[in-house]
Structure formats: C-alpha cells, structure tokens
C-alpha cells in the first residue's frame, strides 16, 4: 500500500471479526512500533500484550468504550517510561499504520480509570500507559477509494484553516 493512501484511507475500527490475527501479523504490528523514532533514541515504550481473558475484561473496564477491547483479536498497552509523549505516539502512529497496510483493522482507546487499568496490567500505579490499543480483522470490508478521494470525504478542518506560513 503506498504511504500516503494508507494514512489518509485509515480510519479507526470498533467492530472486529472473530477471527484471530496470524502471529507474524502481530509481529510486524509490535515490531513496527518497535522502529518508532524517539528523542535520543531512548525507546522509552514498552508493549504489553494483554491475553489473560480476565486482564483483558479488567482493562475493558478501564477505557472509555469497553467494548472495543472485549471484541477485539488484540490487545497492546503502550507503556512509557520516561521520554516525551510525541514518542509514545510516534510508536502507536506505527503500529496503527502498519495494522492498516495488512488489512486489520484497530483503535486506539481513550482511558477513564488510570489506577483501575494500572491494576489490570499488573503495574505500579505510578507506570504511565500511554495508550490502549485494540486491532482485529474488520467485521464489514473497508471501502476502496483513491487517496484523494478517501481526502475529499474525510471530515478534516479544511487544509487553509490548519496550514498558515510566515
């Protein structure tokens, strides 16, 4: 797929299939976080791969959406350990893309109990977990569009409003 397609055709998805992601899938989705840049190359990430049915409906119980978490095939926390926030997102901005680019689907989800989520990964409750990300294959199959169309459609601010010079 070629870059710019996949970042203006990716689109979050909720409604997974029940079928399970392939190992190497999950691989190149983890790895593709892994090669994430960060300042001074610290990587300061690591990526929780939670599949302990119970950790799984405990860290439902701590995001905003739970039942994002309780279809999907796969379930990554992103915990940080120092570094700044762009890096945790530089890594989630990877593994979303990289998910996309092998047709599965995912969302990042917003967390509502910190301590409760802490809990459920089996953290100390000062860890900070950057984000909760949840993929699968789609239940319906995404639409095929060009990158200006997937633009075009895209309920974005328009590009003149975001985009100033000086």
């Known amino acids: 797929m070629d870059a710019y397609l996949g970042i203006v055709s990716r689109r979050e998805v909720r409604d997974y299939a ?62 940080m350990s120092g570094g700044a926030g762009i890096d945790g997102g530089r890594a989630v901005q990877n593994m979303l893309l990289a998910a996309h680019a092998q047709g599965v689907g995912s969302c990042p989800n917003g967390i509502s109990d910190r301590v409760g989520l802490n809990r459920a990964l089996r953290l100390p409750e000062e860890t900070t977990v950057a984000a909760v990300l949840t993929f699968g294959y789609p239940a319906r199959d995404p639409a095929r569009r060009s990158a200006e169309e997937w633009v075009a459609r895209a309920n974005r601010k328009p590009f003149d409003e975001v985009v100033r010079e000086l």
């Open 18 to 79: 029940a079928r399970p992601l392939e190992p190497e899938v999950e691989h190149r989705i983890l790895d593709a976080g892994r090669m994430a840049g960060s300042a001074k190359n610290r990587q300061p990430w690591t990526f929780l791969v939670v599949r302990d049915d119970d950790a799984v409906e405990a860290v439902a119980e701590s995001v905003f959406e739970p039942s994002n978490v309780r279809g999907a095939a796969f379930l990554v926390a992103v915990v």
